[in-house]
């Protein structure tokens, strides 16, 4: 007689269960955006030059645990658009450190351009998701606010100093609140 021991099958596709087994990278990426806006918000008299440093951390970071969670678990396969995420964010930090003394302006342009991007690809991987697991609306959501919040920082370019970073730390809570939710969702897919 020999005993066998069944194991219940990883629910979902390989996306979820990749997603899944790495859900505490999106942990990671939610608490460093809710840090970045904090922090923001806690010194906003801080010099334009502090917040793009800040910024470029933040978009540093945010990039290398994107692209990490892209390629954990072997095979990228439908993670494709997460790696372009972590690609944008490691380019936009790079590029803020390599250029820290940038005019508001550009830097509002540069923002803009990769909140943007990274919006769009939050979304795809929404989409992606949505027949997978339940509330995947948390990441399209967050992509969404990333679009809107780019989209507002093009169409009015001459807000203050300090509307840039309250908008800055605003759009990075929401972002990272919405992040730590889609990491607990993922979390409950994982296998047992």
Known sequence: MSATSTSPAPVGSPLVQALAQYWWLLLLRGIAAIIFG?????????????LVLFWGAF????????????????????????????LAGIAAGILTFAYPGVTALVLLFFIATW?????????IGAIRL???????WTIGLSGAVSVLFGVIML???GAGAVGLI???????????????????????????
């Open 38 to 50: 904090v922090l923001a918000f806690a010194w906003p008299g801080i010099t334009l030059v502090t």
């Open 59 to 86: 978009a540093l970071v945010d990039g290398v645990l994107a692209l990490a969670n892209a390629f954990m678990g072997g095979n990228m396969g439908d993670r494709w658009w997460l790696a372009l995420v972590g």
């Open 115 to 123: 909140a943007i991007v990274l919006g769009v690809l939050q979304i």
């Open 166 to 192: 309250w908008a800055i730390a605003s759009f990075a809570i929401v972002f990272g609140i919405l992040m730590v939710m889609a990491a607990f969702k993922l979390k409950k897919h994982q296998p047992a």
């Open 130 to 136: 949505r027949k997978e697991i339940d509330n995947e």
């Open 155 to 157: 169409v009015a370019p």
